[in-house]
């Protein structure tokens, strides 16, 4: 029975060493931890192992041979170099695949963006000079008309008719290459 007292003493002579701890160094403790993780959760997870060890260590506190926010540092600092090391150490996590994701076929290929963007290379070419030099102008620099009249030194009328029809003449051109492209595909 009088081990069970001294025992429970001693507990709460521990409890009470942690706490003020706790109350002097916590705030201390927490922004270097979270200075050196970044993330506030993995810091305050930190401390309280940092507590931890110093609950299960308390001669270490009350020995006198050094500085006890120098020993909880350290211990919090070789804590936090055990996290990373760790995690270096194990390959990245990767989330469970269900059957159903694992069944979903590719839904996007990019040979057919290759494939159009040579269409519409081909059907660029068959254009005039003129309908091109529009076309870049508006489409590729993304000058207004205003600006792509005073850049090809002719009047804004003209530049939106050459637009219209250039646009024109590549929907033709693009929808009949297109189509003879997939079905020969086919």
């Keep these: 029975m009088a081990g069970t007292r001294s025992s429970a003493r001693q507990g709460a002579a521990d409890e009470a060493l942690i706490r003020t701890l706790y109350e ?37 506190l009350t020995n006198n041979r050094g ?24 390959p990245a996590e990767v989330a469970e695949v269900s059957e159903e994701l694992a069944t979903v076929p590719v839904a996007h290929d990019h040979a057919d963006t290759v494939v159009e963007s040579l269409v519409m290379t081909e059907a660029l070419d068959q254009l005039s000079a003129d309908h091109r030099a529009v076309l870049r102008s508006i489409y590729f620099q993304r000058l207004s008309v205003a600006e792509t009249a005073e850049q090809l030194g002719i009047p804004a009328g003209t530049v939106k008719s050459r637009a219209h029809y250039a646009l024109r003449a590549l929907k033709q051109s693009y929808t009949g290459r297109a189509g003879t492209l997939k079905e020969a595909a086919v």
């Design 24 to 60: 002097q160094h916590g705030g201390a403790l927490l922004a270097y931890a979270v200075r050196l993780t970044g993330d506030r959760a993995a810091a305050e997870d930190v401390v309280q192992e940092t507590l931890i060890r110093a609950w299960r260590n308390p001669d270490v």
């Design 67 to 90: 500085s006890v926010r120098g020993w909880l540092l350290t211990v919090e600092r070789n804590l936090i170099t055990d996290r990373f090391r760790a995690r270096a150490a194990r």
